[in-house]
């Protein structure tokens, strides 16, 4: 499996609510695509989501944020981590 960190914009205003209901949503078809979702973050302010993920590959990502509602915008391989 592999890392991967993606990248949602425009999501100003979001609350820890609306961030864990579709954090939620991720999760409940996550096994669907062999994705394991570890964490999302998110600055209202700014309106970006980053959510961390194990996956086989980032079109499963992709695949996974579609169907829960929240297309990423980017999505990056993570290939070191400390």
Not at 36 to 42: G, I, M
Not at 49 to 78: F, M, N, Q, T
């Amino acid at each position: 499996m592999a890392t991967f960190m993606d990248v949602h914009h425009n999501m100003v205003g979001l609350t820890p609510e609306q961030l864990h209901a579709a954090h939620d949503a991720d999760l409940a078809i996550q096994a669907d695509e062999h994705v394991d979702f570890k964490n999302a973050w998110a600055d209202p302010e700014s309106g970006v989501v980053y959510c961390l993920s194990e996956a086989p590959s980032a079109d499963a990502v992709k695949r996974i944020h579609e169907r829960a509602g929240h297309p990423a915008d980017e999505i990056h391989p993570v290939p070191l981590i400390v």
